[in-house]
């Protein structure tokens, strides 16, 4: 791929939803990819799928979506899936297969998956896709590297993973302000050029080059469902630097990256706005196998 696009390593699932007898595809890297390509930027996924129906149903929405998943691994066995319900228009979490065929078969990435990689502008990736140990090989392809930490990690996962990162997220809603600034700086002082923390309906921060951004988030006309929100966010953000710094990321003088990361954090809470409006983390549901 010659044009600017982002390729996402890791999660696939089907968010269960007990409450409405439905499934909808999901898992952070799934979604990245999927809201990539919704935010009008090439994007492809590479990942972990079984041989069951949810499976089928997901690669058949990357199918319809014209997602590459080319470079993909297929084992026998159960697809990743969570089981979800809703309290009001809030998601709640009841609990998963950690992944199914995911966590027990390994990536075993070859020369010609590096080589691919290397076709992107960005590589994202993320804490539930059993990819620590093959950050390194990511990279050396010297392709950016994008990884969400969710609410879990600890001094020892960051001092581990941030040599590898060109951008680290950390989800920090149930932390306080003091706290949340403590474990951003944290990953800059890791080297980590863009920390991320995003903070629920609280809005976003982040943290570049020793000075600090803040975005409110944007109030969604309707709330249908809260899945996908931070993932979401996150993508219309990595798309929106892209597109500013013409697929080199970080480029430009720190002004000038301060009005990109501006745009971007405008662009990325308008866009959760937008998809707190869809069912699931982006529709495509199917009655609940």
């Known amino acids: 791929m010659e044009t600017i696009s982002i390729l996402a390593i890791g999660d696939n699932v089907a968010d269960k939803y007990l409450s409405r007898g439905m499934m909808y595809p999901g898992g952070q890297s799934f979604n990245t990819a999927v809201y990539t390509k919704m935010n009008?930027?090439?994007?492809?996924?590479?990942g972990k799928f079984g041989s069951?129906?949810?499976?089928?149903?997901?690669?058949?929405?990357?199918?319809?979506?014209g997602i590459d998943y080319s470079h993909s691994r297929f084992f026998e066995g159960e697809n990743g899936y969570a089981k979800v319900t809703l309290q009001g228009n809030e998601r709640v979490f009841l609990g998963s297969n950690k992944g199914g065929i995911a966590k027990e078969n390994p990536y075993?990435?070859?020369?010609?998956d590096f080589a691919y990689m290397k076709c992107f502008s960005l590589l994202y990736t993320n804490l539930n896709s059993y990819i620590e140990d093959d950050l390194p090989l990511l990279h050396k392809t010297g392709v950016p590297l994008v990884y969400d930490f969710?609410?879990?990690w600890n001094d020892?996962?960051?001092?581990?993973?941030?040599?590898f990162l060109t951008v680290g997220v950390l989800s920090c809603a149930n932390l306080k302000e003091e706290e949340r600034t403590q474990e951003m700086m944290k990953l800059a002082n890791l080297g980590v050029a863009i920390v991320v923390g995003t903070v629920g309906e609280a809005g976003s921060h982040i943290l570049y080059h020793g000075n600090w951004y803040y975005q409110p988030s944007v109030r969604a006309?309707?709330?249908?469902?809260?899945?996908?929100?931070?993932d979401s966010y996150l993508s219309a953000l990595l798309a929106s630097l892209l597109r500013d710094t013409n697929g080199k990321f970080i480029a430009g003088s720190v002004s000038e990256m301060a009005m990109h990361i501006r745009k971007a954090m405008r662009a990325g809470a308008t866009f959760a706005a937008k998809v707190c409006g869809m069912e699931g983390a982006f529709g495509h549901g199917i009655p609940l196998i």
């Open 40 to 46: 009008h930027m090439d994007s492809a996924y590479l």
């Open 108 to 112: 075993a990435f070859q020369d010609n």
């Open 221 to 230: 006309e309707y709330v249908k469902d809260t899945m996908g929100a931070g």
């Open 150 to 152: 969710s609410t879990r």
């Open 52 to 65: 069951d129906a949810v499976a089928h149903h997901n690669c058949d929405v990357l199918d319809e979506l």
């Open 156 to 163: 020892d996962m960051l001092r581990a993973i941030a040599p």
